[in-house]
Nanobody, 118 residues
Framework: QVQLVESGGGLVQAGGSLRLSCAASGSIFSINDMGWYRQAPGNQRELVATITRGGSTNYADSVKGRFTISRDNAKNTVYLQMNSLKPEDTAVYYC????????????WGQGTQVTVSS
């Protein structure tokens, strides 16, 4: 019933930029925290950035100063602006949102591949 649809992934050179977006749709009463996570081959999924409904943000140390998370509550959308990309940023990036419908739970997007070449 609730879906998170991601876009914006792709292949870029080191030092380049990408902007990811994730739009939530369905029978949504409220969206609380939203975030981005990533999973590189052989690794566990890790936090990249989170943002509260009011706009407070937190970032993994590895992306601080390079990535910016933002959201548009009117569009039920969260964004991740990624600048100064490094090869170690290569991963599948997943959108996450804490959404209230009949119940409140976290939902995951399908993931979008980000590949950064040297």
């Amino acid at each position: 019933q609730v879906q998170l649809v991601e876009s914006g992934g792709g292949l870029v050179q080191a030092g380049g930029s990408l902007r990811l977006s994730c739009a939530a749709s369905g029978s949504i009463f409220s969206i609380n925290d939203m975030g981005w996570y990533r999973q590189a081959p052989g690794n566990q999924r890790e936090l990249v950035a989170t943002i509260t409904r009011g706009g407070s943000t937190n970032y993994a140390d590895s992306v601080k100063g390079r990535f910016t998370i933002s959201r548009d509550n009117a569009k039920n959308t969260v964004y991740l602006q990624m600048n100064s990309l490094k090869p170690e940023d290569t991963a599948v990036y997943y959108c996450n949102a804490d959404i209230g419908t009949n119940y409140r739970r976290h939902y995951w997007g399908q993931g979008t591949q980000v590949t950064v070449s040297s």
